[in-house]
């Protein structure tokens, strides 16, 4: 998900010249084959080498010598060739014949006395002796290593070039992304600003004794597009840019890994000045020695070159390495120290404008009505990234196509809005009436209870048509600004609107289903945050227990040590519980004194499957005024 957008021109990312060369169909090269070539080969070595000729016994030839029916024969050291004379006087022609040699002494003398011409040749086997013994076993064993290390080493097919680097040389005419075509980034452009500027102009810095950074560090959630902005810093210079991926580097051969960053950066310093990008860094920069039981030897090796050749750059060496990473806290040390990565740029989500500026780019060529608001948009997407924003009007554009309109209109947005933060909707999955009415009051409770507290976040739609893998109904929250922090009414406010589902449950039927599973699952890690990391527990206090060992753009934990007893272990776990019991406590108290509220409005959601954000306000204030009845919600 990315939180600037590229405009690409016309462009795939690719070199032009790849497009505009034909793809040429490769040879599919198989062990099969090979073994089928020497069998060939050997069946017709067999036919070439072999005497021509019919074949006849010893007997038969010294009979047929006795008859005078030979003309002229050869003699080698281990045949007996030659010709007969034709019984047919009309043809011209004889008749060849071979036969084995057999130690004779008496041969000679009848073919003189028979007046057959006979000579001796001396044959030389030491030809095809060489071939079958030594060439052809050694050329089926090459044959078979290429094959091999063909397969290992990718698709080059050349074994000399397995330790060459894998990178992607862009020329200056490929790169067609500047910052122009980069929207919701503005810090970032402003932090790259001065490398583009370096490669330009470094005479300008290098004359009053500044060091330019030799190494830029994009550090973002996945989907940032911090590829897409290491490309237009390229494009902005106008120099080469070397994109490869840190995967690519590692191969199961120890130092092959190190030998393709050598003749990486080899590469680049003769096209210098230019760009290294070095996507997914952590694949090779991970900490040495965090393993107990051992490291990758060829990965570490790989690191280590790494290190080496970013220190044996000049500072007027016109070559700046840049790298991306998710999670820049499993990276070595050495590699984030002054002198190799010196900068590192935070490729943020975009705020509210950075997303309407994303809109905006994405949105060109995408024919769209005039009711449609960008920044309403923008206000709707929270969180979202440039990605998710291009995928939502993508799938807007793909949802009025299917509709055979001519523009794309807020619905299609909308709609294209829920898909991605809710999942495809199922409307063709058949649920019995009971489990429809579970899910309409268990989604209707969440919806109450977000309603009449006060620090939580709107109710946008109540939906009981089931979505994504497993929901079978949903209630969307989204919040009415960006938020960066959270208090504890706030977090204890969330809470109770995990726990209004169940509750609503337990006051209706007087018991509980499956569906709450994962609103107790992340009403749970809330309580646990609170406790252990956020120091929100009156009975332990402002301490942090454990050290919040998880990725920030990752968003899951990477695990690590408990660093404290297990009677501090007990507590916290009671701690969390009676978080989880006072919140219980207040909504089940909310969801009592609202019970006919609750029973209307799961009627009216059980006959609308969906009831809208400003259907829901007008519901409750039709309620709030006194009024009896069938309520109108339309």
Known sequence: MNPFVCRQKGYDGTMAKQKKEPT?????????????AAFVFMSLSSYLFNPVGGNISYSEFKSLVRDGRVESCQITSSLVKGTLRSEDLRSGKNQTFVTARVDDPDLVKELEAQGIQYAGNYENTWLQQFLFTWILPIGIFFLIWRFVFKKMGGTTGS??????SKGRVYAQEDLKF?????????????????????????HKFTKLGGRIPKGVLLVGAPGTGKTLLAKAVAGEAGVPFFSISGSEFVEMFVGVGASRVRDMFSQAVQKA?????IDELDAIGKTRGANPVGGHDEREQTLNQLLVEMDGFGTNAGVIIMSATNRPETLDPALLRPGRFDRQVVVDRPDLHGREAILVIHSKGVKLDKDVKLKSIAAMTPGFVG????????EAALL????SKDEVSMSEIEEAIERVMAGLEKKKRLINKKEKEIVAYHECGHALVASFLTSTDKVKKISIVPRGVAALGYTLQLPTEDRYMMTKVELIERICVFLGGRIAEEIIFNDVSTGAQNDLEKASDIARRMVKYYGMSEKLGIVTFE????????????????EYSEETAREIDVEVKRIIDDTYTKTRKILENKKSVLIKL??????????EGDELIAFLDNEEKGKTGETNVN
């Open 24 to 36: 040429k169909k490769q040879f599919n090269f198989q062990i099969w084959y090979i073994l089928i």
């Open 159 to 164: 074994i000399m070039s397995f330790g060459k």
């Open 178 to 202: 500047s910052f122009e075509d980069v929207a919701g980034i503005d810090e970032a452009k402003e932090e790259l600003e001065e490398v583009v500027e370096f490669l330009k102009t470094p």
């Open 273 to 277: 000045p230019c760009i290294i990008f």
């Open 387 to 394: 990605a998710d924003l291009a995928n939502i009007i993508n």
């Open 400 to 403: 009025a196509a299917r509709r």
């Open 547 to 562: 050290p919040e060992n998880k990725s920030a753009y990752l968003g899951f934990s990477m695990g690590g040590s408990k």
């Open 602 to 611: 799961s009627k009216v959601l059980m006959e609308k499957e969906v009831i």
